[in-house]
Nanobody
Framework: VQLQASGGGLVQAGGSLRLSCAAS????????MGWFRQAAGKEREFVAG????????YYEDFVKGRFTISRDNAKNTVYLQMNSLKPEDTAVYSC????????????????????WGQGTQVTVSS
């Protein structure tokens, strides 16, 4: 599967953005999807994930209550709605796909994902 992320941009603190990740192919529903981010000079970190089987969602603590991950299997797309953005949310956000299910502690590990999209830059000004 090929992934294409979009929706990044420049926003003021407190604002919102919605990221999209469009997938090619006809097996999108077979993939657990994840969003990761990497700020300049920092390691890539897990943001949110949504399972392929039951649609369970998983979030890193620093985005709980602010970000929402969702998927539309008919459109082969996963979304990340980001509200109440903070300057520390500034990063390149990437989507990833994994043809498996797993608990949050497993899904947080970027090395298990088979497919990655290019990143989209999110910049939050103070």
């Amino acid at each position: 599967v090929q992934l294409q992320a979009s929706g990044g941009g420049l926003v003021q603190a407190g604002g919102s953005l919605r990221l999209s990740c469009a997938a090619s192919g006809r097996t999108f529903s077979s993939y657990t999807m994840g969003w990761f981010r990497q700020a300049a000079g920092k390691e890539r970190e897990f943001v949110a994930g949504i399972s392929r089987s039951d649609g369970n969602t998983y979030y890193e603590d620093f985005v709980k209550g602010r970000f929402t991950i969702s998927r539309d299997n008919a459109k082969n797309t996963v979304y990340l709605q980001m509200n109440s953005l903070k300057p520390e949310d500034t990063a390149v956000y990437s989507c990833a796909a994994l043809m498996a299910d797993g608990p949050r502690d497993i899904l947080r590990n970027p090395t298990i994902y088979n497919h990655w999209g290019q990143g989209t830059q999110v910049t939050v000004s103070s």
